[in-house]
């Protein structure tokens, strides 16, 4: 928040999963029994087991029917190991959670440079300069000893998650 203005801001984020019925009946996005339908958050709260579930029944699923054609391509071939074997579906949840906050710092910087640029960029009033120019401008008698010039910060997107110093 800067100025009293959220630039952005999550509130939630639901996932809803959906598996094809063993009949195969078409997937109905309107169903909420839990045979069909797994539901999960990861905003406010990580709460994403019944979807994990619902993934892992859904890639047992295609495991499944990679079986079956093999089988219809080359009956004769031996698909024991594939069919007995099982599916270890693992997610972190809290690094998705990361990214996903990740973007939305940069979604609020890029919005906040736009409202600034619009605001402040086009003035009439020539004394005003912006920290990134003040920052490009070298100043007067000081001679560089390196050839290596320093990357500009200001394009990188800041972040509420910070790396600890060790």
């Known amino acids: 928040m800067i100025g009293d203005y959220t630039w952005c801001h999550l509130s939630t984020v639901e996932y809803f999963v959906w598996v094809k019925r063993d009949d195969g009946s078409p997937i109905n996005i309107r169903s909420q029994d839990p045979a069909d339908m797994a539901y999960g958050t990861l905003v406010p709260e990580i709460s994403m087991d019944a979807v994990m579930e619902m993934l892992k029944r ?4 295609i495991k499944d029917l990679f079986v079956d054609f093999q089988k219809e391509l080359e009956p004769s071939l ?9 599916v270890n579906a693992q997610t972190d949840w809290c690094l ?3 990214r996903i906050m990740g973007a939305c710092d940069i979604t609020a910087h890029r919005r906040y440079v736009a409202w600034h ?6 003035s009439d009033d020539s004394s005003y300069m912006d920290s990134e120019q003040a920052d490009s401008e070298e100043e007067p008698g000081i ?4 050839e290596r010039k320093r990357a ?3 394009t990188l997107p800041g972040s509420r998650f910070k790396i600890q110093k060790s």
Request: net charge positive; hydrophobic share 40%; aromatic share 4%.
């Open 58 to 61: 859904g890639l047992t699923k």
């Open 78 to 86: 031996d698909c024991t190991a594939l069919a007995e074997a099982t």
């Open 96 to 98: 998705a959670l990361k």
């Open 117 to 122: 640029n619009a605001c402040f960029t086009k």
């Open 143 to 146: 001679i560089s000893t390196s």
């Open 152 to 154: 500009n910060m200001s």
